[in-house]
Every structure is written in structure tokens, then in C-alpha cells.
């Protein structure tokens, strides 16, 4: 491994559920990478794919899901060939993941405290008691839970959904791992809440190299905190690039009417753009583009399925009438 | 623009039980034996008819209670509140059923708020039969209106609510409240379960509806986007007390109140790219154990020794416009 090599590598990555009712292509050839300090914000409708996506780096897709193709290279190891104590050790040490459900994470029977400590001491044994829980109690404060030391000795159940959420996010930042896959983490929380854990992830990432997936739906989220953005439809990136450049000059229909469809401040009173139609089921995509039926320049030529294109460096998208002319855009 | 809704010094404690406080009590490490919460302490606030009022404020703050309150769902512990000139507790009957009808709620959970085993032509059409505005005969037509009213197919009134998505969910909750023709919609974080994409459709809904059906909104929401968006005028509310109203200009633009400074910093924006995110400066406090004085002071950069002390009032700063900052006395 070379110090240029991504964190992580995703390549072709391809989940299938396998269900009574067929096969749904939850992740379909899903390719991206993450460098170290990096940070790329996953974004998509419900039902698009991120959180399988998340899921299948992890080794934590359960049937009827398989991954069935791809490579997912961790500093240049493949996960996909590792067994289960090799994941098992990687998770929660050098790779950790933050579930949109902070019960994946917490264990309902055991103490905060009881946690934490294990979580650190599984890291590195040679961590005295009092070390791991003083560390658990700066974890605790910082992502804004009040009077941590009372609150090491308490229960899951004993904490409000959105505290549940900032102690598995802490017990995440624990042992400042090289990869956090975070799963809409934030979404449930108020801004000044969201902020503080933003300011924590920012800084993982600045201090100790860490590597950063945050998924969302939040496109204000993302603007503020990630340096590319790739975008999700019905399993497959759509768009892809540096932040700025999709978020400035987004060229695929479904990143315009994402874009277009956030309220704010140039939006006061105004109607907001609704894409049309609905999330089509996996099981029922349409021939061809999978967004052909809400697309508002869908013709003849959407028939075929859209293939990836790198139109510029660093860019990459999925639709076979480009919204902007990103040749021209780039010089 | 005449007043709808007034509300006087209205104030709302929760006595929490024994069991409970107990657990808490040990958690605090203090030596009380009941607790109450103070979730709404003496908010007063005038609506004109036909406005949208945006309610912010962080987790726990007391939003939904004083949406409950208004809606008719929850009785204050004390002070008034008006509707149309006349105090709801002391109306009689006939003008309390009125009164209830006229003011709807729609709640967060699209799924938990609606009868699992309501076919949605009932979940609609039940409360405009039992009170009237409809007739048993006419229902199936009026239910058909209401339904397309809210873009939803009248072929799906057979449904049950699991066969929907979660907008169209979210649409058979706000059709089941228009469909007792009311005046005045609270909607407590009526959009924050929906998908981006969703959401800007039941947005574009509500502002529909006030234009054709003159409503006047309570609109709750953690999401200052949404609010910033909808709104005439927004309530900052922090610890159960009003700390800021404003126009949404007045707010967004030029906030006075430093808890309202310190909520919109933290906004995240499409344009702001690269944001250096901060932590929060001094402790969070348990509504349970509210800081003295003004209750923003630990966290407040502009905290003096007279902020641990003395409450600030909330007062006029400029016409239409008050905050309750210590700071404001220049
Ligand atoms: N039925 C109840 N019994 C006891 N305490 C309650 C009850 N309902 C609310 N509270 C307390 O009152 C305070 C205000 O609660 P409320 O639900 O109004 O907050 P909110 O501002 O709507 O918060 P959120 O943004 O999380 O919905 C909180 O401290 C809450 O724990
Ligand atoms: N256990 C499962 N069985 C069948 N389909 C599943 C299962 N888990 C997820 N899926 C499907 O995979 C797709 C992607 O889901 P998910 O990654 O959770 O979406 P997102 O996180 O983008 O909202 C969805 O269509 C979902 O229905
Ligand atoms: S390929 Fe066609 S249908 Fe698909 S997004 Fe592009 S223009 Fe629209
Ligand atoms: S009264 Fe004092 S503590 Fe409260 S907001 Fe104003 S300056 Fe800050
Ligand atoms: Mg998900
Ligand atoms: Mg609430």
C-alpha cells in the first residue's frame, strides 16, 4: 500500500436481494472511492441504495441479500474475500459504521459505560479501565450528551431517541477509526445538535486522516461538509464528482430536481419544483434509464440504458442528455 | 388582519411520576422526589387570520405541547387561550364542538396517526358524518373531493393506509383534517418523515391550500429551511419560553436574540460550502432543572452577571418585532 492508495476503493459493487417476488438490484454496479481526510457525501431518495451500500462494505448484508460482484479494497485489502473474524475485527477498530437506527449499535442489556470501555479495550488492551472510561466520558461530551459522567452509568433505554443517537455516534468516534460510514446519522437531530457532531467528524477527519461516507438526504448537510458527492438512483450512481461541480453545474436530470427541490433562502413564497411521479419499486424499473418516467428530457434514446461517462476528470455520470456542457464548464 | 388565536400567559407543567423521577433523580444526582417540567412557562402570542406562523425551537422545548394546547388536545395548567375573541375553556358546548373542529392538527408520523385497519375513505369521511358536514349519502362524493383536494386518486378510497407511500400518507392525514372544513391547521413536524423530492410536493400542498381555503397555520419544525420557506412570522421558542418573534425577514436576515443567532449559524445552506462547524459553547440544560435567569445564559457569549439572575421579559424592539435579551436595554 502506498500512501496515495484510497482508504477505500469501491468497484462494481453489485447487491441483489432475492425475494419470493424476484430479484432487486439494490446496489447495481456501484463504483466510487474515499481518500484519507476524506469526506463524500452518499445522497438519494429513500429505497436508492445507500445504506446496502454501507452495509455491503461491512460485510453486513443478510439474506435473502447477496453481494454478488465487485471489489470493495480497504487500504488495498478486499474486503469481499476477508472471513468473518477478519471483518469482525476491522469493524469497530479500524472501520466503524453509524446506522440510521442507533439500537444496531447499542446493546440494550449493558451500561453505557460497560460499552464504551469494551469498545475501547477491544481496540487496544493495553488501556487501563480508568483510561477507557475517562476517554468514554470526553466521547460522551463531545457530542453534546449533558453530565456524561452520570450518564456512563446508564441504561440505552434511559436516554431520548436523539441522545441514543449521540452515544452511538460517540462509541463511532471512539477509537478514531480510518473509515466512519455514516448512515443519515443526523437527520432525526436539531441543527445545534447536528453541528456539534459535524464539528466532530470534521475535525476526525482533518487531525487523524479519518475517511468519511455521509449518507443523506440533506443536500444542505452535504454542501457544507463534503468534499464530492455522488448521487444515488433505483441502485446506481447517477452523478458523481467534486462538490462544487455537481452542486454548481449539476448535469443529471434527478441532481437538478433534487437541487431544485430544497426550500431555503432564495425560495421565500415561492413554489418549490417537485419532481414528478414517484420512487419506482426495484422490482418494476422502467426499460432503459431507470428515471425515464419522471424525466422531463426522456426520449428515444433513454430506451437503452445509460451507461457511465467520465466527461471530465473526476466526473462521472449516467444520463444520456447532459444538462450542462461539462467540457465547456471545466476550462 | 384581525386576531384568530391569542394566547395569554398559557403555561404547561408535567408533575413527572414517582418511578420515573426517581431513575432521574439518581441521574442528576440530585435529592428531589417529583419533578416537574415546565414544558410551555407562560407564552403568550397573537395569530392573525390567514397567517403562517413558523414555531422553532430545539428538542424538548415544549413545540408540540403548545401545538396540543392549541389544538385542543392538551388543557394548559394555566392561562388562557382565545379563539376568535372568546376563551375556549370557558365556551359552552356548541361553541367548543365548533371550536375543535375549526382548529386540525397533523402530526409527524404519517403511519402511527392513522388507523392501521381504516379503509382511507373512512379515515377521511368519519369525522365530517359524525359532525354534520357531510351526510351519510354524500359522503362518498365529498371524501372523492376532499381526496383530489390533496392530489390523491379517489380510486385508492378502498385502500388501507400500508398501501401507501409515505407522502401519500402524509396526504390522507391532511385530508382527513380539511375534511372538517377547518379554520386553523397545526402541523407539528408534518414533513420531517418525507424524502427531500416529497417533501417540496406537501409543501407546495400547504401553500395551496391557504391560497384557496384562507387557513391559518402553526407551522412546528426543527428544519429552519422549511420554516424560512413557509413562513410570515416565526416564534423562536427555547426551554418552554418565547425568546424571539419576528417577521421571517427580520429573523433570517437580522436575528436580535442570541439563541436565534446561535440556531442559525449552525443552518446548513446549498451555498455554503467548506462550513467550519462549531461546538456548542457551554452545557446543554435538562428542561428538568432549567439555569436561572435567562435560561440561555450558559450557553449565551454575551452572558453577564445579570443574565444569571433576572429573567428577561420579552419586549418590544421595533414595531411587530420582540425578543427577550437583557442586551436589548442598550
Ligand atoms: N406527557 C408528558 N409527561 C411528562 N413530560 C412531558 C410530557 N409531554 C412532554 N413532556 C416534557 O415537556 C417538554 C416539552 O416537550 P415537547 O414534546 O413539547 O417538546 P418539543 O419541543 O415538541 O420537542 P421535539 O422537537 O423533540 O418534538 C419536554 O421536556 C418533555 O419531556
Ligand atoms: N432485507 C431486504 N429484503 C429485500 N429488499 C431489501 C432488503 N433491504 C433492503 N432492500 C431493498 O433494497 C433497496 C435499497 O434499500 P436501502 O439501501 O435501505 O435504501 P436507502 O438507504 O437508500 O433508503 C430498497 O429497494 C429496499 O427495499
Ligand atoms: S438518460 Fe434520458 S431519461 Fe435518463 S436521466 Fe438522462 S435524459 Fe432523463
Ligand atoms: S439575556 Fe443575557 S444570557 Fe440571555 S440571551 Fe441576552 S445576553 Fe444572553
Ligand atoms: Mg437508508
Ligand atoms: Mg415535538
Known amino acids: 500500500m502506498t500512501d496515495d492508495t484510497p482508504t477505500l476503493q469501491v468497484e462494481n459493487l453489485e447487491t441483489h436481494f432475492f425475494t419470493k417476488d424476484g430479484v432487486a438490484k439494490a446496489v447495481d454496479g456501484v463504483s466510487f472511492s474515499v481518500g484519507r481526510g476524506e469526506i463524500m457525501g452518499l445522497v438519494g431518495e429513500s429505497g436508492s441504495g445507500k445504506s446496502v451500500t454501507g452495509f455491503s462494505i461491512l460485510g453486513l448484508v443478510d439474506p435473502p441479500g447477496k453481494v454478488v460482484g465487485g471489489k470493495v479494497l480497504f487500504q488495498g485489502t478486499d474486503l469481499l474475500s476477508l472471513d468473518d473474524e477478519g471483518l469482525r475485527r476491522l469493524r469497530g477498530n479500524r472501520i466503524a459504521m453509524i446506522f440510521q437506527d442507533p439500537m444496531m449499535t447499542l446493546n440494550p442489556v449493558l451500561r453505557v459505560d460497560t460499552q464504551m470501555i469494551e469498545t475501547v479495550r477491544a481496540h487496544d488492551p493495553s488501556v487501563s479501565v480508568d483510561e477507557a472510561r475517562a476517554r468514554s466520558r470526553d466521547a460522551l461530551g463531545q457530542v453534546g450528551i449533558p453530565s456524561p459522567d452520570e450518564r456512563l452509568r446508564a441504561y440505552p433505554h434511559q436516554f431520548s431517541g436523539g441522545m441514543r443517537q449521540r452515544v452511538a455516534i460517540a462509541i463511532a468516534l471512539l477509537n478514531k477509526p480510518d473509515l466512519i460510514i455514516a448512515d443519515e446519522p443526523t437527520t432525526a437531530l436539531d441543527v445545534t445538535i447536528q453541528g456539534q457532531i459535524l464539528y466532530e467528524a470534521q475535525k476526525l477527519c482533518r487531525d487523524t486522516g479519518t475517511a468519511l461516507i455521509w449518507i443523506t438526504h440533506d443536500l444542505a448537510v452535504i454542501a457544507g461538509l463534503a468534499d464530492k458527492i455522488s448521487v444515488m438512483y433505483a441502485g446506481r450512481i447517477v452523478e458523481q464528482g467534486a462538490l462544487d461541480e455537481v452542486l454548481d453545474h449539476p448535469a443529471h436530470p434527478y441532481t437538478r430536481g433534487l437541487l431544485g427541490s430544497v426550500p431555503g433562502h432564495n425560495t421565500r413564497g415561492k413554489r418549490l419544483y417537485q419532481i414528478p411521479g414517484m420512487t419506482p419499486s426495484l422490482l418494476k424499473l422502467p426499460k432503459g434509464c431507470a428515471f425515464k418516467d419522471r424525466c422531463p428530457h426522456a426520449d428515444q434514446a433513454c430506451e437503452d440504458a445509460p451507461e457511465i461517462t467520465r466527461p471530465v476528470e473526476g466526473r462521472a455520470l449516467r444520463c444520456v442528455h447532459p444538462q450542462v456542457d461539462l467540457a465547456g464548464v471545466a476550462s | ?330
Open chain 2, 1 to 330: 388582519m384581525s386576531t384568530i388565536l391569542e394566547l395569554d400567559g398559557v403555561t404547561k407543567n408535567f408533575v413527572k411520576r414517582l418511578d420515573a423521577a426517581a431513575k432521574l433523580a439518581r441521574r442528576l444526582g440530585a435529592d428531589v422526589k417529583e419533578e416537574v417540567v415546565h414544558a410551555v412557562d407562560g407564552v403568550s402570542l397573537k395569530i392573525a387570520a390567514g397567517e403562517v406562523v413558523g414555531l422553532v425551537g430545539e428538542s424538548g422545548c415544549g413545540k408540540s405541547t403548545l401545538g396540543r394546547m392549541v389544538a385542543g388536545i392538551m388543557e394548559p395548567t394555566a392561562g388562557d387561550i382565545r379563539y376568535k375573541d372568546r376563551i375556549v375553556s370557558a365556551m359552552e358546548k356548541q361553541a367548543g364542538r365548533e371550536t375543535a373542529l375549526a382548529i386540525q392538527m397533523i402530526f409527524q408520523d404519517p403511519f402511527a396517526s392513522l388507523n392501521p385497519r381504516m379503509r382511507v375513505q373512512d379515515i377521511i369521511g368519519e369525522a365530517p358524518i359524525l359532525h354534520g358536514v357531510t351526510s351519510r349519502a354524500d359522503a362518498a362524493d365529498y371524501v372523492a373531493q376532499v381526496m383530489e383536494r390533496v392530489g390523491l386518486d379517489p380510486e385508492y378510497r378502498k385502500r388501507y393506509p400500508h398501501q401507501f407511500s409515505g407522502g401519500q400518507r402524509q396526504r390522507i392525514g391532511i385530508a382527513r383534517a380539511l375534511a372538517v372544513k377547518p379554520e386553523f391547521l397545526v402541523c407539528d413536524e408534518a414533513i420531517a418523515a418525507l424524502d427531500v423530492s416529497i417533501q417540496a410536493q406537501v409543501i407546495n400542498l400547504f401553500m395551496d391550500l391557504r391560497e384557496d381555503l384562507d387557513l391559518t397555520y402553526l407551522f412546528i419544525s426543527h428544519d429552519l429551511s422549511v420554516v424560512e420557506h413557509i413562513s410570515d412570522r416565526v416564534v423562536i421558542m427555547y426551554l418552554g419560553r418565547i425568546v424571539e418573534i419576528a417577521s421571517t425577514e427580520d429573523i433570517f436576515d437580522s436575528a436580535n436574540h442570541p439563541y436565534t443567532q446561535a440556531l442559525l449559524n449552525e443552518v446548513p445552506r446549498l451555498d455554503v460550502r467548506g462550513f467550519d462547524y462549531q461546538p456548542i459553547a457551554g452545557e446543554i440544560p435538562s428542561p428538568l432543572d432549567p439555569p436561572p435567569g435567562c435560561h440561555f445564559h450558559p450557553r449565551c457569549p454575551h452572558a453577564t452577571a445579570r443574565c444569571r439572575e433576572e429573567r428577561p421579559q420579552l419586549r418590544e424592539i421595533a414595531p411587530g418585532r420582540v425578543s427577550a435579551c437583557h442586551l436589548n436595554d442598550g
